[in-house]
């Protein structure tokens, strides 16, 4: 039972096509509390499309939590100095942020022992994924029972969920099941190295993923390219 006359959770929002599709999905159930992170990453146009996004969704809040994973390096996201692959990798690429996700969720974790969320929803997909180990099923089980422990309301018979709700889908489902909810994907930015006007790249992972699920989908792509894909 919630505490609350609705329940809430707190929505990890990125930006990009996933976490968008993730707070149409938890705002059916939930009043929603939007979180990003400005990290280090190459560019902030994800971070403009987040505001867009939990603007249009009508959020209850959006925080933008600053910290520098840079400082670490060892990502193409992160370090200048390393180039974002325009061909597809072996393994797992250059693009993965050393521990990201868990970085991130701890974050939500405190965000929703403040806000007394009942839930952490997080757009982690193990199916059209780079591979990213951070994004499996196994690491989504472990914070969980990581969470319970290690949080007040753990302790007191009220853990929060961590709710994964793409992580089985397919990118052209996970289209299509935001079409249905409304949402506009052309305020999405998912590219790793879009321009300051939030046109993507069309060469890397994540365009390559993005495009192909829209194919998929059957649905027109309304992503804005820098130059033609």
């Known amino acids: ?48 499309a987040a505001a867009r996004l939990a603007a249009a969704m009508k959020a209850v809040e959006h925080r933008v939590i600053r910290l520098d994973l840079g400082m670490i390096g060892g990502s193409a996201l992160t370090d200048s100095s390393i180039a974002v692959p325009e061909e597809e990798s072996v393994g797992i690429p250059v693009t993965y942020v050393p ?36 994004c499996r099923p196994e690491f989504i089980e472990a914070f969980a029972k990581m969470a319970a422990l290690a949080t007040k309301g753990g302790v007191e018979g009220h853990p929060v969920r961590i709710e994964a709700p793409l992580l089985h889908l397919t990118k052209g489902e996970i ?43 059957g649905v027109p792509d309304p992503t804005r390219y820098a130059t033609s894909p």
């Open 1 to 48: 039972m919630s505490r609350h006359t609705r329940p809430r959770a707190v929505v990890l929002l990125s930006g990009g096509l996933d976490s968008a599709t993730c707070l149409a999905m938890a705002s059916e159930k939930y009043d929603c509390y939007a979180l990003s992170f400005a990290y280090g990453q190459r560019h902030s146009s994800e971070l403009l």
């Open 99 to 134: 521990a990201r996700n868990t970085v991130f969720l701890a974050f939500a974790l405190g965000y929703a022992e403040v806000t007394d969320a009942d839930a952490i929803v997080i757009g982690v997909n193990a199916v059209d994924y780079s591979g990213y180990p951070d």
């Open 175 to 217: 289209i299509h099941a935001g079409l249905a909810l409304g949402v506009d994907y052309g305020l999405t930015v998912s590219c790793y190295q879009a321009d300051e006007d939030g046109r993507a790249c069309g060469k890397c992972d994540s365009c390559r993923l993005r495009a192909a699920g829209f194919r998929a989908a």
